[in-house]
């Protein structure tokens, strides 16, 4: 396992390294037992017990953010007939849908009797007389086959895997993402957690406005998050009282900047409460009425900490893809009700103005209100390791 950027932070090198490889025995834990060990830069796992799931594995390796390329290698005796031996077969799936290869060996440990060209050499000549559709291309095969001779033995594997980079989860912090049912909040939480950062959830139901399932959603999105960044405390906030008093005593085109004011206001009390540093949310500029410029500044006020909104410049189907690769789209699009089609207003005001919309909000209880929501949060645990 390649872990890239974490190569590159000098000093920290060491703490992001046990990070990644404390998320590693975590999370492989549920297979079995592993030896988990860091040599040069590369992480690797061998499973202690035999009939462990490698490719659930794999699985589990390709959402572990700080590892940028990972590869599923046969550990082989340093033995150059066991090598020719087990190579073709180790690799049989591979080369056999391949029209071509190229041989690429390391050889770390220099008391091993053959160089790295010639180890090429030799098993080069080896495959191809074992696969006889397969040519040699040196500059773009289908398959590297990589023969790396190292302290423990020799790893033979084929291509690499693509991992999810990044850097560890909990090396950059903890942070609270406001999460709603849609497409947008899960795929920033993602993005934020690909930065190093621990998540926290707010999320704001409505009942009875509101319904258990669009709650239950919710739960199916973080975890869906959480295969990634690790267990996710979640609270939901209860909003109907805050949403009634907005709509019964503030002018009908600011209830939504209100509403979104309130939202920051209530997850900021719970992000402090819990050691966040920063609260998420999955804005866009210009996507909806309370996403202009204008709206996001009202809306950036209302909170003192920083607000990290790593949608701000992309497009809806930007979101998309990376809401499909990570398999949340197609829970976000299930229909039910949020909180913010609660009481929407027909004109909402797309260029707030903060000094009328501190006026409004002056015929509520702010403090009251906020401090009521934020005792009232019911916790959840979200945990993708527990079924
Ligand atoms: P999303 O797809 O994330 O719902 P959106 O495009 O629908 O976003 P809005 O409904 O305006 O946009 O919400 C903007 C952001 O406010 C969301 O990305 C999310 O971070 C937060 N948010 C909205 N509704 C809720 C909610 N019910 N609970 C917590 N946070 C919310
Ligand atoms: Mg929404």
């Given at each position: 396992m390649k872990n890239g950027e974490v190569v590159l932070k000098g000093l920290n090198r060491r703490v992001f390294e046990d990070m990644m490889i404390k998320s590693m025995r975590r999370r492989l834990s549920v297979l079995g037992e592993w030896k988990i060990t860091l040599a040069q830069s590369a992480v690797s796992a061998e499973p202690l017990?035999?009939?462990?799931d490698l490719n659930e594995a794999v699985e589990i390796c390709r959402r572990i953010f700080g590892i940028v390329a990972l590869s599923r290698a046969a550990l082989l005796p340093k033995d150059m007939d066991a090598i020719l031996e087990n190579t073709g077969k180790y690799l049989y799936d591979e080369l056999s849908a391949a029209h071509t290869f190229k041989v690429n060996a390391k050889r770390?440990?220099?008391?091993?009797?053959?160089a790295s060209p010639k180890i090429c050499e030799i098993l080069g000549e080896r495959l191809l007389n074992e696969f006889p559709d397969l040519s040699v291309d040196v500059h773009d095969p289908d398959i590297v086959v990589t023969v790396e001779i190292r302290d423990r033995g020799a790893y033979v594997h084929g291509n690499q895997i693509k991992g999810a980079g990044?850097?560890?989860?909990g090396s950059s912090g903890k942070a609270a993402v406001l999460i709603?049912?849609?497409?947008d909040s899960p795929v920033a939480a993602w993005m934020m957690s690909k930065r190093g950062l621990r998540l926290c959830a707010v999320h704001f139901a409505s009942p009875p406005y509101t319904s258990e399932r669009a709650e239950l959603k919710v739960h199916s999105l973080l975890k869906k998050v959480s295969e990634y960044s690790g267990r996710i405390d979640l609270f939901v906030v209860p909003f109907t009282e805050i949403q009634e008093q907005i709509k019964d005593n503030c002018p009908e085109e600011l209830f939504t900047i209100i509403m979104r004011r309130f939202m920051m206001k209530v997850s900021e009390k719970i992000a402090r409460k819990n050691d966040c540093g920063a609260l998420i949310t999955g804005e866009s500029v210009?996507?909806?009425?309370?996403?202009?410029m204008y709206a996001i500044a009202c809306t950036d006020e209302a909170a003192s900490m920083p607000v990290f909104r790593p949608l701000i410049g992309m497009d809806k189907d930007e979101v998309i893809t990376i809401a499909r690769k990570i398999d949340t789209f197609d829970i976000s699009v299930l229909p039910y009700e949020d909180?913010?089609?609660?009481?929407?207003?027909k004109h909402p005001r797309t260029r707030p103005v903060l000094k009328y919309v501190l006026e409004a909000e002056s015929a509520l209880d702010c403090e009251k209100l906020v401090n009521d929501a934020a005792e009232g949060a019911r916790y959840v645990l979200i945990d993708s390791m527990r079924k």
């Open positions: 017990d035999e009939n462990t770390s440990d220099k008391s091993f009797p053959y990044g850097i560890p989860v709603s049912g849609g497409i210009g996507q909806v009425a309370s996403q202009t909180c913010c089609t609660v009481f929407t207003p």
